[in-house]
């Protein structure tokens, strides 16, 4: 693990430490940045799609995902950082679907996310939005940069363009097209929009500086030739705009003040600047222009989050699909039994950097933890049955033991667990002879069935192999939990169990990391780091309250970490369990 990991697990920053994005928004209140903005006035010269409400003082933020893949923890990050800023200025955070890719996208992923955001618990109101719904503007604003000499049609392929664009050190060169008159640009791309030419044949191109130190200034394509049917314009349109033209516009048409984006694009930034500076000149846009604030992806250990090792991991069968609760997208999470609560939480601890870190997945979990054990009722599970016997309590008789649903919530009162004369206790709280400070049963000892009874093991049954079938005790009728005098007789061992009568048997699943490694793929290829123990269902004894849990309840089983009840194959009668995460110090209590 390198020093970044454990750096920042141990020194997780306090909820608004270096928000360097809060800062700039304050700045933009305080100087009465957005005082002049028409909200809702009479639009522009351009028709502007959202007329917001008539407050100037407030922020818009925007999430906007490219409909390609599910939403994953990264996302998340950068849901709760834009939605929680709206929220806390008063603003607004728009959910947009950047589909301006016409291949890649599909409906399906327009589902799972809008599915993805709102189970995080945000809201976009009204403010819904797909950039194909601005490409007429778009092309517009094309037609803008090329009557006014910035923009021009290039003819050059796409090998030529490479060779002229230059390098990091060498400034690139200009095309023998970059002169050409603004109306015959302006002839060539209605063709290129007409269909008139194929894939490759032209390409709309701003016109800035081929020697500019910034790569992203030398001439960068705005629109191109794609002969694609798209998810919601269909065959309308044959030239589509690059994302890099579209994004700041969309950013502009919504009102957006500030635009927040990874790392990746800073370089970008001048360009976006250039841009809606250019079409503001021309009357298109509204001031004051939308400003982009960059700010460090998230990167956590034992995951892999980047769309194109995710795919892989469902086409290459790893995972059972885009929800396995191995997996770091959102669908995965929730059948994980995960929470949005938790996730928000997360995105407050970690906070926002200007740097490159890596967060330890241990933090996310931490906070998934702190959450389940505000919420989650406790409940009994044995995971790995051995049958105990009381030899002195009667085969037919049984009784009830009140354990509490919460212990630090005696509001959520008890409930009646049978107890019989057979439970099911963990294998590993009985052993045949006992290791050094092993307070759990053995021959002789006595440890305290929890809520119930003190019992002091008899002997032990064993198979051919040695192997343990069954405990035999006798129970103490005078120390029942919760009746007088019960404590009295202190004992180290305190165990679970569950009436072997009244057991319900159902699948649990526990879960490890998907990946062996913190960094997964660095090494060598991603898929060789996976961890092949990632998952063990075992048949467990639940007390009866858990035979009914509803798909994604959500439970403490005590002693043995959060649970949650599988979405997809739990059923009332016959439950599936997650583990979400393990129990912290879950032993160090009982005496192990
Ligand atoms: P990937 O790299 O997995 O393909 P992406 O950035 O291409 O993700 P988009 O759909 O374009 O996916 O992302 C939507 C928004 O989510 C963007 O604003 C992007 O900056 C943000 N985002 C994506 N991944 C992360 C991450 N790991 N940490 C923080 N924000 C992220
Ligand atoms: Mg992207």
Redesign the pocket.
């Known amino acids: 693990m390198s020093d970044a990991v454990k750096r920042k697990k141990q020194v997780p920053q306090s909820p608004s430490a270096s928000n360097f994005i809060r800062a700039a928004i304050e700045a933009d209140l305080a100087g009465g940045k957005y005082a002049a903005r028409r909200w809702g006035g009479k639009p522009g010269p351009a028709q502007v799609h959202v007329s917001g409400p008539p407050d100037p003082a407030r922020i818009r933020t925007r ?7 599910y939403l ?4 998340a ?3 709760c950082l834009n939605f929680g800023l709206a929220l806390e200025y008063g603003g607004a955070c728009h959910l947009r679907f ?1 589909d301006t890719n016409p291949e890649k996208e599909e409906q399906e992923y327009v589902d799972s996310i809008i599915g993805g955001v709102k189970w995080l618990g945000f809201d976009w109101g009204p403010h819904l939005y797909y950039a194909s719904d601005y490409f007429d503007f778009m092309y517009r604003a094309a037609e803008h940069l090329i009557e006014t000499g910035h923009a021009y049609v290039d003819s050059i392929s796409a090998e030529q363009m490479r060779a002229l664009r230059g390098t990091l050190t060498e400034p690139g060169r200009n095309s023998p097209y970059r002169d050409r008159a603004p109306a015959e640009n302006l002839t060539l791309f209605r063709q290129m929009r007409d269909g008139r030419f194929t894939e490759g044949e032209h390409v709309l191109r701003a016109k800035i500086d081929m020697a500019s130190p910034n790569i992203n200034l030398r001439d960068p394509a705005i629109y191109r030739i794609r002969k694609a049917s798209h998810h919601r314009t269909g065959d309308t349109w044959c030239v589509y705009p690059m994302y890099t033209y579209a994004h700041p516009i969309e950013d502009a048409l919504e009102n957006i003040t500030h635009s ?3 790392l990746e ?1 800073e370089d970008q930034r001048p360009f976006y600047d250039w841009l809606l500076e250019r079409l503001a000149a021309g009357g298109l846009l509204q001031r004051p222009l939308p400003q982009q604030i960059e ?1 460090a ?3 956590l250990t034992y995951v892999v ?4 090792r ?1 795919i892989q991991l469902v086409e290459g069968r790893h995972v059972a699909g885009w929800d396995d609760p191995r997996m770091p997208t959102l669908a995965g999470a929730r059948r994980r039994g995960y929470t949005p609560e938790g996730f928000r939480r997360f995105a407050e601890r970690i906070g926002v950097a200007k740097a490159d870190s890596w967060i330890d997945y241990a933090v996310l979990e931490d906070c998934m933890r702190e959450h389940l054990n505000e919420v989650a009722p406790r409940r009994v599970a044995v995971l790995d049955p051995v049958r105990l016997v009381i030899d002195n309590y009667p085969a037919e008789r049984s009784e009830d033991c009140h354990p509490p649903n919460h212990p630090q919530k005696p509001e959520l009162g008890t409930r009646a667990v049978p107890f019989s004369r057979e439970l099911w206790i963990e294998r590993e709280d009985v052993m045949d002879v006992p290791p050094k400070g092993y307070f759990r049963l053995f021959p002789g000892n006595e440890v305290r069935l929890r809520y119930a009874y003190l019992v002091r093991c008899v002997r032990v049954e064993k198979d051919a192999a040695g192997r343990i079938t069954a405990v035999h005790c006798t129970y103490d009728p005078g120390t029942k939990s919760g009746t007088p005098g019960a404590e009295s007789r202190k004992v180290k061992g305190n165990i679970h169990w569950v009436s072997a009568r009244h057991a319900c048997r159902g699948d649990v699943r526990l879960y490890d990391r998907l990946f062996r490694v913190p960094q997964p793929g660095t090494e060598r290829d991603f898929l060789e780091d996976i961890n092949p123990g990632s998952v063990r269902t075992v048949a467990a004894e639940l007390e009866p309250a858990l035979r009914d849990a509803a798909p994604s309840e959500r439970f403490q089983f005590e002693r043995h970490g959060y649970f949650v009840a599988d979405l997809k194959d739990s059923r009332p009668g016959a439950p599936v369990f997650n583990r979400a995460v393990t129990l912290r110090d879950s032993w160090a209590k009982d005496g192990r």
């Open positions: 999430f906007p995902p490219e409909p390609n893949g994953h923890i990264g996302h990050k950068s849901i950047d927040l984006c990874t694009f700010f992806r998230l990167n989050l980047s769309k194109r995710l």
